[in-house]
């Protein structure tokens, strides 16, 4: 199948601090869905932006071909974890189409919170 | 009225576990929202997109001419349901242009949780 | 400001049921937020579509010159109400570039839920 | 980095009232999260539009090379602020392409409620 983009922009980005104790489902996280239709397996390479450093990464993960994988931004941890309550933007980059759509769950009161959105896909 | 694309991708998709006894109004779930403005049926399939296996369907609707259909993931059986607490992406192609939008609805807590975005359009 | 397009979609409408009591601000709604960047009004006309009527409209809206209208659903009248607890969509169409974002306020537990999207934006 | 529009539109805009005392984190706010993926600084221009006045503007601010900004309409104060429970909208203007993401906090009831979605972009 032929949809997707090679290079896609999330502005958004703030892992909640203060959830650590709530288990890996619902700790408060952040999430880029990646989507690989292809026959060919995708090479992601995602680089991290913040407000007052260098950008970090860039971080490597490989998506089979026709398979999704659900990359949660906390546990990202080569070359270096993101910091929780730090404000940052993402950037991810593959060698075949993909398709990225970005998701937040804040737990820090005792009901969830969500947010989702399409990222913002570069050229065709 | 001429407007939408002939294929659709959501890369998020999740169906939340354990709510299955609050009736379907109120049962965490996902929907499709397909528009179909056109003055002719619109025959879309379905592609489910997983981490570790094999995509499943394609699943088969029909949305009448001038008629939108708000599909629900965990009504979809045929060729096999979506299971609960699993990953997945769709993949939504249509022989006529269509409009689509991904809503979750949360009731894991006693409050409800939503999210919601336009699909990702394939080419024009 | 040449920024916006002339024909918009929101797949997605749904009016919760069982809040007409909480006043208008908490009664739960959806929203189209219609930004009019231009330097002449706007002539709006929206198309409801339903999974198993013909479509209701148009609705018609004038947006001033340089003005936002926050244009409530629950709030359209003429030709006629849109029902409650039932799945619709809209079209919108406009005789200038304008900028469509949908939102909906679901206050039908105890705490809000959100949701909010750009809607999806026909040819340039 | 090549990904990113100089010009966004964001149609949905409304500050919660009645939360100021909850402290800056979880008083109820909008933000726009700006990405500058390029190796020079992004010169931006905020214009406010309103329901019911002419726009207020144009708010100025400047994102560094390479670094991300998570502006807060509530922060915003020159040349005015923008009232709390007033319906606006905002276009976003950049002299470098940037990628802009909305995002509503809703704390007036005890728990949050969030929305967030990529901007409008404009033209390449």
């Known amino acids: 199948m032929s949809i997707g ?32 239709p292809n026959d060919q397996p995708a090479h992601v390479k995602i680089t991290i932006f913040f407000a007052d450093r260098d950008p970090a990464g860039p971080y490597s993960i490989t998506v089979p071909a026709r398979r999704t994988s659900h990359m949660r931004f906390d546990d990202l941890k080569d070359p270096e974890p993101i910091p929780r309550a730090t404000d ?6 593959s060698d075949v189409p993909i398709v990225v759509q970005h998701t937040r769950l804040d737990s820090r009161r005792a009901e969830l919170a969500l947010l989702s959105t399409i990222a913002f896909p570069g050229p065709e």
């Open 5 to 36: 983009r090679k290079s896609w922009a999330i502005a958004e980005g703030y892992l909640p601090p203060g959830t650590e104790n709530l288990g890996h489902a619902f700790r408060s996280h952040e999430a880029a869905c990646l989507l690989n």
């Open 88 to 93: 940052y933007s993402s950037v991810i980059e």
